[in-house]
């Protein structure tokens, strides 16, 4: 039987920060009383990540691992990760721990109410340091103004989704900022719920100024150009 909920969570070189992610989405799914997975991906990790997405798999037998040979970004580990989910909903959150899967309600409200099929987190209190939050601010200004998919933190990987929704997704770079644009592009109803943005608590971020603006930036003309010219032959 397919499980109600699937839940994907990208990693790469997250040690000792997959058994927190990992327990804290257990224990929240468990309180749905519904059936679920949890897909802990793996993208080529070179640390302990892996043998500790093995021990949360034998810990919690909801949980399986998907283990991409070599690192294919955050963008295809993510897609991998949807592509092979089961669920009737689809949960994603980020495997630093700043994502907190208690806000998971608050999203799965109104997408299993059909008011919603994409619900997005907006991050409240953002953590980090200044520049990261400033660009942040300029890059989801910039393509909110310019794709129009009417949400104000497309960089917020806590998100629900009914399944059909994943038919609007692409292979591109940066997909993950631009699941909210791609399912808007496709007639899908999407929306956003404030949510908790948590201090990372191990390892350090892997993205910089150029995956904060220039790289967002180029995806974001490239997809709009995409988006113009509308589906090919």
């Known amino acids: 039987m397919s499980p109600h909920y699937s839940l994907v969570v990208p990693f790469h070189n997250e040690s000792g920060n997959v058994e927190v992610v990992a327990g804290a989405a257990v224990e929240v799914l468990e309180r749905l009383g519904r059936g679920y ?37 955050q963008a295809d580990a993510l897609l991998a990760g949807l592509v092979s989910a089961h669920g009737q909903y689809i949960l994603t959150m980020d495997g630093d721990g700043q994502n907190d899967p208690r806000d998971f309600s608050a999203l799965l409200g109104p997408v299993e109410q059909g008011r919603l099929d994409l619900a997005c987190g ?53 997909m993950q900022s631009f699941v909210p644009a791609l399912a808007a592009a496709s007639g899908f109803r999407v929306g956003e719920q404030p949510v908790r943005d948590n201090p990372r608590l ?31 032959p």
């Open 37 to 73: 997975e949890v897909i802990l991906v793996d993208d080529g990790s070179t640390d302990s990540t892996g043998l500790e997405i093995k021990a949360a798999c034998a810990r919690w037998p909801a949980c399986r691992e998907l283990k991409l040979k070599t690192r294919v970004g």
């Open 122 to 174: 907006r991050r409240v209190g953002r953590k980090g340091a200044a520049w990261r939050r400033w660009a942040s601010r300029v890059a989801n200004l910039v393509r909110r103004v310019v794709l129009q998919d009417g949400v104000h933190d497309s960089g917020c990987q806590l998100r629900v989704m009914r399944r059909e929704v994943l038919g609007a997704l692409r292979p591109m770079e940066l």
């Open 202 to 232: 191990h390892g350090t971020s892997k993205y910089g100024p150029a995956q904060l603006l220039w790289r967002p930036m180029l995806a974001m003309v490239r997809l709009r150009w995409a988006l113009w010219r509308g589906p090919g």
